[in-house]
């Protein structure tokens, strides 16, 4: 079981999907998105809109890795055989075995193709699995349809709205609605539920 998981080079595959550590290198291949498709941050806390935001983007993710803050992962998408998109476990507490799992985005032509379940599930595995987690957290703008469809999808379970939450990008504030899937549901059924959609 992994107690600590900044001290681990962590590489998660299966046919469909690779994660993989976010390096500074990569920007090559995130800065595309951001010039072709800036709407694809419009419900992110943090909204790149050109290159130099983009690449202070990844900077500050690889930084929060190596301050034992983040653990960000480019997504490789072998169907397609291109780089995809982002995704991170953050705010961790791995004495407690919780963490949060999100800033996650895709391409739009990556969207709906059945690849965030596919990281969904690597992930959860190894939350659950190889890392010990009891409970991994999610969360989203509630304006945000479409991914707060695709969480209730995956078997997360909503826990509640905090109201007035975060300042939204594009000015005042937003409300943010909390899902979650813990341990004893992740072997109790959703495991088994997701590995069906996926498979």
């Not at 900044?6 to 595959?13: D, Q, W």
């Not at 999907?17 to 500074?24: E, G």
């Not at 941050?41 to 290159?51: F, K, Q």
């Amino acid at each position: 079981m992994i107690e600590n998981i900044f001290e681990h080079n962590i590489i998660l595959e299966n046919k469909r999907v690779l994660l993989r550590p976010l390096q500074l290198s990569d920007a090559e291949y995130i800065i595309p998105f951001v010039i072709a498709e800036p709407d694809t941050w419009w419900y992110s806390l943090i909204m790149p809109t050109d290159e130099a935001s983009m690449k202070e983007y990844i900077e500050t993710a690889v930084k929060n890795r190596d301050d034992k803050k983040d653990y960000p992962f480019i997504v490789f998408d072998k169907k397609a055989n291109a780089y995809a998109g982002c995704t991170r476990f953050y705010e961790m507490q791995q004495q407690y075995r919780t963490t949060l799992l999100g800033f996650t985005w895709y391409g739009k032509e990556y969207q709906r193709t059945g690849l965030n379940r596919h990281c969904k599930l690597l992930l959860f595995t190894f939350a659950f699995e190889e890392w010990g987690m009891e409970r991994v957290e999610l969360r989203a703008d509630i304006r945000n349809e479409r991914s707060i469809n695709a969480m209730k999808a995956l078997g997360c379970k909503v826990e509640g709205i905090l109201r007035n939450h975060l300042p939204h990008n594009q000015g005042g504030r937003r409300d943010t609605i909390i899902f979650s899937i813990i341990r004893d549901e992740w072997f109790g059924g959703v495991k088994e539920m997701l590995t069906k959609k996926v498979y």
